[in-house]
């Protein structure tokens, strides 16, 4: 149901337009499919011998800018004529510098799109406006034989047309050759819109997209993969007709080769097209499509001019020369979509990297929350229970029994500064107020001092890091000291903490008995909390040690 509504919208957009325009929008493709034949030749021939010097720049830009100017003289034919809203494409000419302008321009996704609607016009609206030109033509000349037959020497084979009756007889022929005009224009009109939105515009797609994420055919794939029937027997029947007029007139010079070479070279690009949509030829990302359907359609222009030599003089060799732009082009093509396919592999594996380490920060800081409620639960909120319980016994006992009150404050006095001792050590568990206000240096310092064991300190951190960076650092120090002590059976820990450009390292080294499990909860903790800043944690700790905990931070600001 959703595709038929499609289809009659479509239909119903080309009655609006009126067959008129449309036929003078195919007809345009006539004079412009040598302007981008001239066009796209020039690029081919340029850029691949100015490549190895810096003239290749200004060519590259040159090129570029001309382009562009095609695609928005098409995008507004296609919106004057066919009435298609489509917003006219964007120039970009790469960053800054030699290199800079090469990958900008090279790699832009826009210039390839371009240039392929180009090409097609080139090719595929040139055919057309020769096809229908001629049909029109042909058959508006027999529609009006009978007015004009005796003053014209007319002949279709050896049947002479001299008589009203012959010429009458030929009217049903031109009448019918109109109908298939007028089939020809209202078809080729629709093939044009979804093609300029996607290669001029980019609307509906990326470069060169077939399928949308979900695996469902773009406008593009499903207009190029109906129209195939109609190609394929457009291309038998008007051969036929062809080969049927040369075998009752001369039989001859094979004249008919002509069509039959460049109508195939069209076919074979489109079937070649709809093909590359099948998932059995691989991977369905947008550049590999592309890459494919640049390589089919260079292999058949490829084939199609080597016909043309043996069909003409066999002699030189001359297609060897567009055969090596086609290549070239094709290898830039190759490595700006290998560019391309390495750079969406390292995004998605950034994207990876990204999700799950955000899903354990998300867990770490869970479960944070969790041991802070449990502490403040069961230390310091118990104590001021027991404290307030404290106090009102006091009070009850103050005027009947003063001594038993008086042991009663003096417990309470105890209770409230174990809960303060609590409540401060909580929270320099969440942050301690020395890493704030003196920073990282002092707060390790304080940490080696309260330490059971011997601690040695040596830090390098000439610029101190941003606060997260900072904190996730004295806690990695934190954690693995926690560790020596109580797991390690370790008496001696070496903390080292330097700062090398936007780096910033963190390396714990005890000499007990190693072991560690870097599963454990609290490395994995720790690890999850390195992760979230886009760090590493690296823990060695082989049987009988000694254990080594390193974090590297990056701390670019």
Known sequence: MVEASETTARRARVGRVGVGRALLYLLTAAPLSALWFGLLLAGAIAIPLTA???????????????????????AALVRD???????????????????????????????????TFLF?????????AVAIASAIGASAWLVALPAMYSSVDFDIGSWHVDRLGRALALVPAGVAGLAVSWFLV?????????????????????????????GEPTPVAHALRRALPFHAAFFVLLNAVLIAVWAFTTAGYFWPEWTLLTLGLLLAIHGWTVLVQGSWLGPRSAATRALRVHAGAAAAIGLFLVCVWAVTTAGYFWPMWPLLGLALLLGGHALTALAATRDRERLTERIDVLTTTRSGAVDAAEAELRRIERDLHDGAQARLVALGMSLGLAEQKLASD???????LTEARVGAGEALRELRDL???????????????PALAALAASAPLRVDVSAHVPERPPAPVETAAYFVAAEALAN???HAAASHVEIRIYRLADVLTVVVVDDGRGGADPAGSGLSGIRRRVEALDGSLRVVSPPGGPTSVEAVLPCAS
């Not at 990958?103 to 240039?115: F, I, K, N, S, T």
């Not at 003063?402 to 009663?408: E, M, R």
């Open 52 to 74: 190895p010097t810096p003239l290749v720049v200004p060519v590259l830009v040159a090129y570029r800018a001309l382009v562009w100017s095609g695609a928005r003289l098409e």
């Open 81 to 115: 004529l066919l009435g298609v809203e489509i917003e006219a494409p964007l120039a970009r000419f790469g960053a800054k510098g030699y290199l800079g302008r090469v990958r900008g321009v090279v790699g832009d996704p826009a210039l390839w799109r371009e240039q």
């Open 120 to 128: 097609l016009r080139m090719v595929l609206g040139g055919a057309l």
């Open 186 to 214: 209202v078809g080729g009109a629709r093939i044009w819109p979804p093609l300029a939105r996607v290669l001029l515009a980019g609307g509906a797609g990326t470069a060169g997209s077939t399928a949308t994420a979900a």
């Open 402 to 408: 003063p001594d038993a009150a008086l042991q009663l």
């Open 427 to 441: 929270a320099r568990g969440i942050h301690p107020p020395i890493l704030a206000d003196r920073g990282l240096e």
């Open 484 to 486: 020596a002590a109580k």
